[in-house]
Nanobody
Framework: QVQLVESGGGLVQPGGSLGLSCAAS????????MGWYRQALGNQRELVGT???????NYADSVKGRFTINRDNAKNTVYLQMNSLKSEDSAVYYC?????????WGQGTQVTVSS
């Protein structure tokens, strides 16, 4: 079955950086649109960024210029590099794979930005 396993979350101070990884298995990774979403306590899940199979990237306005998403098809892995973190970036971050209209989700990893 499809598995998306996130890693790299944790506690970081405001202005700091953190990198997340998502390893995918059981899916034809190179054809999937891969993305990162986040959900803060009491809020709806929201888009952070996506990267298509062709490498086109889309970011939420709130993270443009600070976050970078990329994928490695050889490793079936998508990454999210987060710089200049703010307290409002605190959330559970979820990896998403979309293939032929079907969404798959990871279990999520907590990112907390606090001094």
């Amino acid at each position: 079955q499809v598995q998306l396993v996130e890693s790299g979350g944790g506690l970081v101070q405001p202005g700091g950086s953190l990198g997340l990884s998502c390893a995918a298995s059981g899916i034809n990774f190179r054809f999937a649109v891969m993305g990162w979403y986040r959900q803060a306590l009491g809020n709806q899940r929201e888009l952070v960024g996506t990267v298509t199979s062709g490498g086109s990237i889309n970011y939420a306005d709130s993270v443009k210029g600070r976050f970078t998403i990329n994928r490695d098809n050889a490793k079936n892995t998508v990454y999210l590099q987060m710089n200049s973190l703010k307290s409002e970036d605190s959330a559970v971050y979820y990896c998403n794979a979309k293939l032929f209209g079907v969404n798959f989700w990871g279990q999520g990893t907590q990112v907390t930005v606090s001094s």
